[in-house]
Each structure stands twice: as structure tokens, then as C-alpha cells.
């Protein structure tokens, strides 16, 4: 999946000042690369990732997924754009917290009216270390844990691409650095396409790519 | 659909309790819709009134005066229809009957012909007068009828003297029944007829100012009320006298009941939406977030939506179901009181409520579109975007919070954003105390007479009126109709000599009325159970000594005292002296005429003759409508007058409040369903500014402040309800009632007010408030709050 994006920016209204948070920003994402967004806090990281995945109406420019401008899409071919093709690893983890991680992570798939294949559903956990946990509701769990049956449930559809925004945000160093690895060998083992945010540049080492965001400009 | 499947039955196993507070709504509130319709559905059962018969108006004239066609005619919108004719019996023979009631407005006794299709040949059959069964020489009768031609009937035949049939023998005419309809007093008495030549023959007979005609007239605009009173306007300007013609405006007094009945059914729904709409907002925002993710997971705007219908569906399909079997259960039983509020139109009228589809259709639909229109409403706000921060907390803000005033300062800050809100919990504070206020302000009528003294726990009193202070007509009346001893639902019989109300004595000393009663064996025996003070062997041997109940409230403190002398004075007896010789508790009834028990032997007897027959029932008293039917059909004789004791007690002991005990049920059920409402709206209202208050905890406010917060936060909007609601309470009852006492309107003349169930009210609100802010800190205190908070204001 080709991923593009063309003069994007972003304004948003807070009270009566106007906020911009994305400048003209275009960019290519590599396939099945490892490319990570970098930058300080309200630099506009998350507001670009979300853009990217389809989340965030830009203001102007356009996001082209093969050539074909997602925002053009309808609102139910969009869900299935972000059901079938994207996964998504949230900050705070985005797990719905009635749902045990089993259940989390078999979300997308059962939207899709689908038998999740549990084979490779329990080879997920097995790679991301929660099959312990996988009968635990998101309470029961500790953010690490939670943050693994994220990435689990973003990779369980088989999805091209994976954006993960802060996933380590929350997490102590030692944690932090087992979830990069989880996220880098899913990449490897699975053959995806990863836009990562951080505002971490230590594990921006270990991408393929970085783009540098500051108060809104793409720094490249 | 797996994936909604599982994330409802999830929801449900997790998150009992939204799914409980909003099962609690829904139910409450089907439970008011439910009850509201069936209220309004509910119709008049029992016996029928002959003055509710089935037109929109209904005139009865005499022929010399038809030409109030011509008047009638002119209104618009209304059409005048002849329905039946007939003849005034009373004309051609009041000289042969016995005399009629003096306070008879209208003495009319009707002969009319009804053809066995027409309308009111059906309203007739409804009262046990089928006239397909009539042969050309049979008729049915009223009881009155039967009392009053009673010396030309012979073998159930009735003779009419002075009348010929058409081969010129005397008049026969068979009876084939006898029904009965409420007290006679102002209304016609009926002979019915299938013989339209037989009434023709009665007109010829007769002249023609005896010729009876009903009209029937139609309201074409549907405008109830202003036909109604173009009617009434048009009868009084062109008839100075009522005496030949009676006018019935049946759809005028129906809009009245209706217009009642449609404000409470208004009202029902009006609070149903606000907890439908309460519940389902708590629910909703609590699972905002979850909405949000899923969208982000990939569900489609329209997978959203059905999986938040089908959410609220479940829940709201198990709810109404539950309410409307609960309602229907209970309904039946609360609608048997409402039968007391129109009380003062019949003794006898009931009202009654059978399952009818179309209120479990109509309440369904009431109930699904509140619930609709809630989720729309709300969708429509999930759908949209939301804004990440909604407190009005700064940073700038830790500055307030040192300053003395910084309680109220943030509190009116908060009102003034949320104005809407405001007059909201103002609203929901003030309106279920204004209901409640309305009907536990009780008006107490003057209009009826239970007695008050050692009868008072009877069920029924047979009263047989002294036409005159000497008359004893009806002497020996009493023994006459202890057959009644025999009917089903009765199991003793008293009598009781006495004077009757009519006719009562008056004290020279101070004008007031009073009533004597024999002391017979039951007397004699009852006063000890009654005595509050003085000294019985007195009054039980000496015929100048009386035992009094009097009409003082307090026994405690009597307007008579032991020793008194009190001289009763009448035009016959001149002046005799009594002396009291006990006092006897009394129940507190208004406007009973005191009560003196004396030996009757030497002086009662000798002077008057009014006797009294008091029975007490074997069932309930509640479930007296048997014995009503079965006392109506034993008493014919119209001047003997029947009360329902047991029923007027009723009235009285519970203040009036049984006037209204279906309304106050009906209040009961919206005022708990506004104070469910005012928790449901303030809890939300507090939950969501809970990110607030963990910024003002981390900025140096303790929970203990919070919580001072909170309630003062409560308070003011609280305090303005309860003062607006005392300021329309008392324009509404102090002015408004006030006025209509004065007026005498409807007979009221007293209200009173019991502020127990507005203390009630006042006390769960509190409460409930309370626990609203209760819920608002509980958990701040945690880590997780506090990071959830970082987390979500992170990016």
C-alpha cells in the first residue's frame, strides 16, 4: 500500500484564536518499512498520524492510500479502509474495557463478521508475550500489558499498515523498550507497513525512516 | 453483528449497574405513560345515569315549546335531530298521585316511544330495558314509576284511569320490568315504550303541551366547549323558565373531564422523556469513549448506530413490557378510587379500567418515540466531535481558590454557563412539589352529612323524613323494610328514632341545630363505647337528661359541658329544658348538627317522628357497590333517602384526600420520577466535570472542599426551586382557592394542608442530591482518575 500525503494542514479553534497545528506537510511512507514520527510535545505528531490514518479530516491537502484520496471516500468505506487495511496502536491503548484481551483483540475481525483464526490470533499473543493474559479484562492488566493486546488487536486483521501513536508513552523504560521490540519483530515476522509517533529520538534509531516534526513543519 | 453481539452482552455483564439505572428509568417511566393512558381510557362504570345518555347534547322539551328549534338551530355548527318523542304522564294525572318530591325541579314522569334500533334503545338495554322484547302492550318501568302508580297496578298491570285504548276499553298496559337509575330528584322518570302508536294515542288523548320530544344535538365543529355554552347561553336567554325544558350538555362536561385527563397525560409524558432522556445521557456519556473506539477500530458510521439502538432497545423492550404488566396489575386496583372524585354527582357512579389493546399499542408508541427521539438526540451529539476538555478550570483558577468567597464566585460562574441546566434543576426542584402541593391541599366539601356521632361506624343510613314536626306518616316504616336484614351483603340491621335533619330542633340560647335520637337497647348500649365524660345512669333513666355529641373537633375541649342547661325550643313543644349529662367522643366531621341521645318515651315520640336505619355491611366497605345496587332496588320510595355512610367516612377521614387518591397516585408516580430525574441530571452533570475536580485537587483543593463545592453548587439552583415553588404554591392555593372557596364553588368551603408529603419530597431530593455528590468525588481520590486524566489530555 502506497501511502501519501500532499500539502496537509491542519487549524483547529480554540475559543476564538485559531490553532494551527499542521504547516503544508507532504510525505511518502515507505511499504513495509519502519518509519517513525518525531518531535516535541505539540509539535503536531499525533494530529499528523491521525491524519494519516484516516481519523482526522485535514483542512487542506489530501491523503492518497494508491493514488486514491481517502478523505474523498465515503464514511462507511473509510471504517472498512481502517477495519481491513489499517491497524492502530493507541496512547492511552484505546482496549474497550468491558471486553477481555482476547476479545479486544479479536475486535476488528468480528466487525468483519468473521471467525477470527485463532491459530494466528494465539500466535500473536505468543509473540507479543500476553498469552497469559488474554482471558483478563483491560483492568486486570498492567499498561504494558494493555498496551501488547493494543498492538495485538491492530495486527490481528492481517492489516498492510500499522500506526502506533506514543505506544510506549506510558511506559517505564524497561517496558517501554520490550514493547519496541514486540512492535519490531511483528514488523519483521509479519512484513508490515509501521508509522510509529515518539517523542522519544532513542527509539527512533531503530526506524528505517524518520520524519522530524517542529511547531507544525515537516523538518525532514 | 458478532462483534455487537458481544460487545452488548459484555456491556451488560459489566456495567450492571448503568444497565440497572436505565432498566429503572425506562420502567418508571413506562409505568407513567402506561398509567397516564389508562387513566385517560378509563370510563364510568356501575349503574347509569339517565342524565349521561349517548349524544353530545341532548334537549328534552315540551311541544308547546319546540320552537327552540328555531334558536338552537341558528348556532353554527350544531345539528338539532329529533330522537324520540313521548308524553308527561304527570300532567294528566298529578292530581291522582301520591305527592311528588318538594325539591323536584322538574316533575315530569315520561311515557316514550323507542324504536328497538335506534340510539338510545341501546342505552336502554344497557340498563335492563330490552325492547326488542316489548309486545305492543308492554312496558318497562322506572322503580320511581312503579312507587308512584302504585295504587293503579294490579297483577304487574298498570290501569290508567281516565284513558282508552282505541276500541274504547280502559287503558292496560303489562309490565314487563322494572329498572332503576340513580336518586330521582331532578330527573325525569321513564316509562319506555315499543309502541309508537301507543304514545300517538296518549298525544291524542291528551293536549299538546303534554307532547314530550328529544332532541339531539350534534357538535359539527367538534368545539365542546363553545358549542356547549352557545347552547346554554341560547336555552337561558330565550327560557326564563326551566320547567319545560331540560338541556343535558354531556360533551361539555366530557371536555372538562377530558382536558383534565389530557393534562395528566401531557405531564406523564412530558417527565417520562425528561428520565428517558436522563438515563440514557448517563449511559451515553459514560460510553462515549467506547463509541469513539470502536469507530476508530473500523466500524462504520451505521454499524454505530444500530448498535447503539439495539443497546437501548433491549433494554427499553424489557422495560416497558415490565411496566406496562406492572400497570395493568395496578391500575385496575387505583382507578376504583377515582370513582370518589366525581362523588358529588352520584352516590353510585364508579369508575373502572378494562385491559384495552389500543392503550398497550398507544403507550408502546409513546414510549418507543420518547425513547427514539432521546437516542437521536444523543446519537446526533456522539456523532458529532467532541470537545477534549469541558471544565472551566484554569490554571489561573488556583488563584480564586484562596480568596473567602471562592465557593459562591465559582458556583455562580457555573450557573452562568450552564443556564440551561439551571432552569432545568430549578424546574425538576419546584414542579413535583407544586403537584404534590396541589393535591395534598385537600378541599373538603360541605355538601354531605355522615353521621357523627354513635351511628358514625355505620355503613349505610335509611333516613325517613318527618314532612312536618308532627308528621309520623312513615311511623313504623322501619320494621316495614327490616327485610333488608336479608340481603347478602348485610349483617346488621339498627333503627333508631329521631328527629331528621330536616326539621331540626334549635337551642334558644344560642340558635345552634340540633338532632335527637331515641335511646333504644343498640343505643343505650353503643353510648358506653362512646363516652368521653359525664355520667350515663343520668341520662339512661331521666328523660330531662342528655348525652351529647357536639360539632366541636375537640372532645377535649366540647362547646357543651356536663351540667349545662340547654333550652330547645320549637313552635309545638314551646320551651323544654335539658340538662347534659354526658359528653361523647365525636368524629371530627365538619358541619354535623349536634347530636342529643335522649329517652325517647316521654318526650321524642310525642313530638316527632323522623327514623333512622343504620346497617353495617359484612364485606369491605370499600367493596360496596353490591350493597348499593342491592339497597337501590329495596328502597323505591324516592322521599326515603339513602347515604352511603361508609363511603362519606371514607371521604372524611382521609381529608379529602380520597377526592383525589388516583391523581395523588399519578402524582406520586411523576414526583418520583422528577426526583429520579433531578439525580440522573445532576449525577451526569457532576461525573462529567469530574476531570475538573482533579485538576482543582491538584491545583490544592481537598475532597473535603470538592465536596463543599458540590453542595453549595446544589444548594443555590435547590433554594431557588424551593422558593419559586412557594411563591406559585401560594398564589395557586392562598389566592386562587381561596377564591373559589369564597365562591362556594363546587361546595368547598375548606382546605387544608398536610406538609408532610412536601417535607418527603424536600428530604429524598436532599438525599439524592447528596448522593449525587457523592459520586462525584468518590475516586478522584484514586491514581487511575487522575491518570486517565493525563491520558486523555495528552495528546
Wanted: hydrophobic residues 40%.
Amino acid at each position: 500500500m502506497n501511502i501519501c500525503a500532499k500539502n496537509i494542514e491542519k487549524e483547529y479553534m480554540q475559543g476564538e484564536s485559531r490553532i494551527i497545528a499542521l504547516r503544508e506537510t507532504s510525505l511518502e511512507i515507505a511499504q513495509e518499512k519502519f518509519s517513525v514520527i518525531v518531535g516535541p510535545s505539540g509539535s503536531g505528531k499525533s494530529t499528523l498520524l491521525r491524519i494519516l490514518g484516516g481519523l482526522l479530516y485535514p483542512t487542506r491537502g489530501e491523503v492518497l492510500y494508491n493514488d486514491v484520496s481517502i478523505y474523498k471516500l465515503s464514511a462507511g468505506k473509510q471504517a472498512l479502509l481502517r477495519r481491513k487495511t489499517i491497524g492502530y496502536v493507541f496512547q492511552d491503548y484505546g482496549l474497550l474495557p468491558t471486553l477481555t484481551a482476547l476479545e479486544n483483540i479479536c475486535t476488528p475481525v468480528l466487525m468483519d463478521n468473521k471467525k477470527p483464526d485463532m491459530e494466528h490470533i494465539l500466535d500473536l499473543c505468543d509473540t507479543l508475550g500476553i498469552q497469559e493474559r488474554v482471558h483478563h479484562i483491560p483492568g486486570e492488566m498492567s499498561g504494558g500489558e494493555q498496551q501488547r493486546v493494543a498492538v495485538a488487536r491492530a495486527l490481528a486483521n492481517n492489516p498492510e499498515i500499522l500506526f502506533a501513536d506514543e505506544p510506549t508513552g506510558n511506559l517505564d523504560k524497561k517496558t517501554a523498550n520490550a514493547m519496541m521490540e514486540s512492535i519490531l519483530s511483528a514488523q519483521k515476522k509479519y512484513k508490515k507497513t509501521v508509522v510509529m509517533v515518539t517523542h522519544d529520538e532513542s527509539l527512533a534509531q531503530k526506524a528505517d525512516f524518520v520524519f522530524k516534526l517542529d511547531n507544525g513543519c515537516l523538518m525532514r | 453483528m458478532r462483534f455487537i453481539l458481544l460487545y452488548l452482552k459484555r456491556n451488560i455483564q459489566k456495567r450492571t449497574a448503568n444497565n440497572i439505572i436505565l432498566f429503572i428509568s425506562f420502567m418508571m417511566s413506562g409505568l407513567l405513560i402506561s398509567s397516564s393512558l389508562m387513566y385517560s381510557q378509563s370510563g364510568a362504570r356501575g349503574n347509569l345515569n339517565l342524565s349521561q345518555m349517548p349524544f353530545d347534547y341532548m334537549l328534552t322539551l315540551d311541544g308547546g315549546k319546540a320552537d327552540i328549534y328555531d334558536n338552537i338551530e341558528k348556532i353554527p355548527s350544531v345539528g338539532v335531530d329529533l330522537i324520540t318523542s313521548g308524553v308527561n304522564l304527570y300532567t294528566i294525572y298529578k292530581d291522582v298521585l301520591p305527592t311528588l318530591d318538594k325539591t323536584a325541579k322538574h316533575t315530569r314522569i315520561l311515557m316514550i316511544y323507542l324504536n328497538s334500533s335506534c340510539e338510545l334503545a341501546s342505552y336502554f338495554s344497557d340498563m335492563g330495558c330490552d325492547i326488542t322484547k316489548l309486545s305492543y302492550d308492554e312496558i318497562y318501568i322506572s322503580k320511581y314509576l312503579y312507587y308512584y302508580f302504585a295504587d293503579f297496578i294490579k297483577n304487574d298491570t298498570i290501569v290508567f284511569p281516565d284513558l282508552t285504548d282505541e276500541y274504547g276499553n280502559q287503558l292496560k298496559l303489562k309490565i314487563r320490568g322494572v329498572y332503576y337509575s340513580e336518586d330521582p330528584v331532578n330527573k325525569e322518570i321513564f316509562a319506555v315504550s315499543s309502541n309508537n302508536r301507543l304514545v300517538n294515542y296518549f298525544q291524542e288523548q291528551t293536549n299538546l303541551y303534554n307532547d314530550i320530544y328529544f332532541c339531539s344535538l350534534t357538535d359539527k365543529s367538534n368545539d365542546a366547549v363553545n358549542i356547549g355554552v352557545q347552547i346554554y347561553k341560547t336555552v337561558k336567554e330565550n327560557y326564563n323558565s326551566d320547567f319545560n325544558l331540560a338541556y343535558n350538555t354531556k360533551k361539555l362536561d366530557s371536555a372538562v373531564i377530558a382536558s383534565g385527563d389530557i393534562f395528566i397525560v401531557l405531564i406523564g409524558l412530558c417527565f417520562s422523556g425528561l428520565c428517558i432522556f436522563a438515563a440514557m445521557k448517563l449511559k451515553t456519556d459514560s460510553e462515549y469513549e467506547d463509541y469513539r473506539k470502536i469507530s476508530s477500530l473500523g466500524m462504520s458510521p451505521a454499524g454505530i448506530v444500530v448498535l447503539y439502538f439495539i443497546d437501548y432497545l433491549i433494554v427499553g423492550a424489557c422495560a416497558f413490557f415490565a411496566a406496562f404488566g406492572c400497570a395493568s396489575q395496578l391500575f385496575p386496583i387505583m382507578i376504583k378510587n377515582r370513582g370518589a372524585s366525581y362523588g358529588q354527582y352520584t352516590n353510585f357512579l364508579t369508575f373502572d379500567y378494562e385491559y384495552k389493546p389500543a392503550v398497550l399499542v398507544l403507550s408502546a408508541l409513546s414510549f418507543f418515540c420518547i425513547l427514539m427521539l432521546s437516542a437521536l438526540f444523543l446519537l446526533i451529539r456522539l456523532l458529532g466531535e467532541r470537545k477534549t476538555y469541558s471544565g472551566f478550570v484554569k490554571k489561573s483558577s488556583a488563584a480564586y481558590i484562596n480568596g473567602k468567597t471562592f465557593i459562591f464566585d465559582y458556583n455562580i460562574l457555573n450557573i452562568r454557563r450552564n443556564k440551561m441546566y439551571t432552569c432545568l434543576f430549578v424546574f425538576l426542584v419546584c414542579f413535583p412539589l407544586f403537584i404534590c402541593g396541589i393535591y395534598i391541599t385537600s378541599a373538603q366539601g360541605s355538601s354531605i352529612y355522615p353521621s357523627g356521632g354513635i351511628y358514625s361506624d355505620a355503613d349505610y343510613c335509611i333516613a325517613v323524613p318527618a314532612e312536618s314536626f308532627n308528621d309520623n306518616s312513615f311511623a313504623g316504616f322501619i320494621a316495614d323494610v327490616e327485610n333488608i336484614n336479608l340481603i347478602d351483603t348485610v349483617y346488621r340491621v339498627y333503627c333508631s328514632g329521631g328527629t331528621d335533619s330536616e326539621n331540626a330542633y334549635y337551642t334558644e340560647n344560642n340558635q345552634d341545630e340540633i338532632m335527637f335520637f331515641e335511646l333504644n337497647d343498640f343505643a343505650r348500649n353503643k353510648l358506653k363505647d362512646y363516652l368521653a365524660e359525664g355520667n350515663l345512669d343520668d341520662v339512661l333513666n331521666n328523660d330531662y337528661f342528655a348525652a351529647i355529641t357536639d360539632n366541636e373537633y375537640d372532645a377535649q375541649n366540647p362547646k357543651y359541658h356536663i351540667g349545662d342547661k340547654i333550652n330547645v325550643f320549637s313552635e309545638e313543644t314551646g320551651s323544654i329544658e335539658l340538662t347534659i349529662g354526658a359528653i361523647l367522643r365525636n368524629y371530627p366531621y365538619d358541619d354535623n348538627i349536634a347530636e342529643f341521645y335522649i329517652n325517647g318515651n316521654t318526650f321524642l315520640r310525642a313530638n316527632s317522628y323522623g327514623e333512622r336505619l343504620y346497617l353495617y355491611l359484612k364485606n369491605d366497605v370499600s367493596d360496596y357497590s353490591a350493597a348499593d345496587e342491592q339497597l337501590n332496588k329495596a328502597v323505591i320510595d324516592p322521599r326515603i333517602t339513602i347515604t352511603n355512610q361508609a363511603g362519606e367516612r371514607m371521604l372524611f377521614q382521609n381529608n379529602g384526600i380520597t377526592y383525589y387518591r388516583i391523581a395523588v397516585m399519578m402524582s406520586f408516580l411523576i414526583c418520583v420520577i422528577s426526583v429520579f430525574s433531578l439525580f440522573l441530571f445532576h449525577t451526569q452533570k457532576l461525573l462529567n466535570r469530574r476531570d475538573e475536580f482533579i485538576i482543582l485537587k491538584r491545583i490544592g483543593y481537598s475532597t473535603a472542599d470538592i465536596v463543599k463545592l458540590n453542595t453549595a453548587g446544589a444548594a443555590i439552583p435547590f433554594a431557588t426551586g424551593i422558593l419559586v415553588f412557594a411563591a406559585l404554591y401560594i398564589y395557586y392555593i392562598y389566592d386562587i382557592y381561596s377564591k373559589i372557596a369564597e365562591l362556594n364553588l363546587y361546595q368547598y368551603d375548606k382546605f387544608s394542608i398536610s406538609y408532610i408529603g412536601i417535607l418527603i419530597i424536600v428530604v429524598t431530593m436532599i438525599i439524592t442530591l447528596a448522593a449525587s455528590v457523592f459520586l462525584s468525588v468518590k475516586g478522584i481520590e484514586d491514581e487511575s482518575g487522575a491518570k486517565q486524566f493525563r491520558e486523555r489530555n495528552a495528546g
